[in-house]
């Protein structure tokens, strides 16, 4: 059973394309909440292409009475504009991705060799003093986890993209072995495990099944497309049951 956490860029992204406002990100995200997620996850880059600044405080405004039940995963990339964010927010949960700002999108985890430890550590603790629970975005690969535990992050976020490709394509059962590997390390480890990237209603069943104790998926780009045939609220109780919430 893992918790469903919608991923609202890309509702933000389609209201940035006309001035209009619509589709409200925040109308979306009680959407989300009364249909069966957990909670809700944004990204708001610097280049504001989908989740604005602004958006963030109206959204803690949502998530209010829905707290702590629900939960507020903010992502970024561990500068002063992202931990000023933090501040002003307090989200629950806070997932730190190595992606410089310009970047495309999420596609690597952090691989904490020095250069990245010297940089993730010290936010790491700044986080973790706001009362956040920290999850760093990582590639499935057991070896990272020890780094992640001398960073004293509390969890992992196992990027899945390679295995939504691989399934595509029908050969992830290599990459879905890999991704269960890293989650049993890390969880042997007593960190948090989570998932992201790519997932949908057809390669989450498998990974449901190789990682029972995930604790929570962050999905957004496949559910905001199924959402186009199925409707929203549909689609995040479609995408809820088979989290097995």
Same mark, same amino acid.
């Given at each position: 059973m %893992?918790?469903?956490?919608? *991923?609202? *860029?890309?509702?933000?992204?389609?209201?940035n394309s006309r001035r209009t406002g619509v589709p409200d990100v925040c109308r979306f995200g009680r959407l989300a909440l009364e249909a069966g997620a957990r909670g809700l996850t944004v990204h708001p880059r610097p280049d504001e292409r989908h989740i604005r600044g602004s958006d963030v405080p109206m959204l803690t405004a949502v998530m209010r009475p829905y707290r702590p039940a629900m939960?507020?995963?903010?992502?970024?990339?561990?500068?002063? /504009?992202?931990?000023?964010?933090? $501040?002003?927010? /307090?989200?629950?949960? %806070?997932t730190l991705v190595p992606? %410089? &700002?310009e970047a495309f999108t999420s596609e690597e985890g952090w691989k904490l060799d020095a250069a990245e430890i010297a940089l993730a550590t010290p936010a790491i603790a700044a986080m973790k003093a706001l009362g956040c629970r920290v999850i760093l975005f990582i590639d499935p690969d057991p070896a990272v986890i020890e780094r992640v535990v001398q960073s004293r992050a509390d969890g992992v976020e196992i990027y899945t993209g390679a295995y939504a490709a691989a399934f595509r394509d029908g050969g992830h059962r290599p990459m879905l072995d890999r991704i269960a590997e890293t989650a049993e390390r890390a969880k042997g480890?007593?960190?948090?495990?989570? %998932?992201? $990237?790519?997932? *949908?209603?057809h390669n989450? &069943?498998?990974?449901? $099944?190789?990682? &029972?104790?995930l604790a929570e998926a962050s999905i957004g780009h496949e559910l905001t497309a199924g959402a186009l045939e199925m409707g929203f609220a549909a689609t995040v109780a479609a995408y809820a049951k088979a989290l097995g919430t």
């Open positions: %893992a918790r469903l956490s919608v *991923n609202l *860029n890309k509702i933000a992204l389609l209201r939960e507020f995963n903010i992502e970024g990339y561990p500068d002063d /504009r992202f931990l000023k964010i933090l $501040h002003d927010n /307090r989200p629950e949960q %806070a992606d %410089a &700002p480890a007593g960190l948090v495990v989570n %998932a992201g $990237h790519d997932l *949908n209603l989450i &069943p498998p990974l449901m $099944h190789a990682v &029972p104790f």
